[in-house]
């Protein structure tokens, strides 16, 4: 080898031996914010990377926030392990975000994936009941649950849908808006209004992007029938972003109960040992240009939880089958 191309290959190595480590600098300083670890940390450290995902709650500039902030971080100095810091943020994730906002911890996440449940049809003289169940699973689980509904509502001989999303307290809201796609119509299902400004929920040809995991239905066309939706004091979160995909949706009716009042935005933040610190950012606005927060969502007839189906599935009877 020439002295030249010697010279050209310690440069290389030089070069990799630097990039190596900035890259492992950048790592060590920043990974951590994408849940990103190379070793345990100090209580003391882990703390201050989940007050920065605190610092980014709705409510972080309020006067509440502020003031509970510095007791927040003594309480972190004087923790001696990760277990302590994370009852601390327990509750201050509610005071820098809002009800909506929780720590999860990993074993709960994977209990939720294991306990996966299925929506279920019923159909009686062309009216098509789905009960939509709360959901959070993989992504073939999601796929599955978005394809059960598309295909119920869009069979040939249905006259009506009831939705029942009485008992939907949430989870993923893209396998849910998915499935409810031949109902409504394409374009801005829904819009999330944070700090850094409006994005909105949208559907295109089956697919769903910009909420939840974005999700695909092989039913593109349009069911033009009339839509019954169930709601009750259970319908929470992503079960309410169901529910607000139907706003301003013509032949439709909301009957039963108030819902539980968690329409905010909520962004997962990685912490270390897998958990995620779910923090509210932000809240809805529905294709009408009404705000969803942290009110619960009236329906537009208020039917007792035992007798709500029954005159759901009369009033899409009456609508659409006769």
Known sequence: MSTVAKRIVIALVAL??????LLGVAVVRWGPNFGIWLTEPSPQRYGEVALGHLDQGINASSEAWQDER????????E?????????????????????????????EAQEAVDEYEAP????????????????IGTPDQGSEYAQTIAQAVSGANVCAAVIDLSENGGGDMGPMIAGISPLIPDGPVSYFVTGGGESAVMLESGKVSGGGRPTTVDITEKSEVPVAIVTGEHTGSSGEQAL???????NTRVFGQPTAGY?????????????????????????MGTTHAEDPIAPDVTVEPAQAVNAATQWARDQGCQ
């Open 70 to 77: 510095p007791r927040v971080e003594q309480a972190i100095s």
């Open 120 to 135: 279920s049809v019923e159909e009686n003289d062309g009216v098509v009941t789905v009960h939509m169940p709360a959901f």
């Open 244 to 250: 607000l995909a139907f706003k301003g949706v013509p």
């Open 263 to 287: 329409a905010t935005v909520n962004t997962p933040f990685p912490l270390y040992g897998g958990k995620q610190l779910v923090v509210t950012v932000g809240v809805t606005k529905d294709r």
């Open 79 to 107: 923790a001696t392990s990760i277990d302590e810091v994370d009852a601390v943020l327990s509750d201050a994730v509610k005071i820098a975000g809002t009800k909506h906002s929780f720590l999860m911890m990993p074993d």
């Open 16 to 21: 990799i031996v630097v990039a190596a480590a």
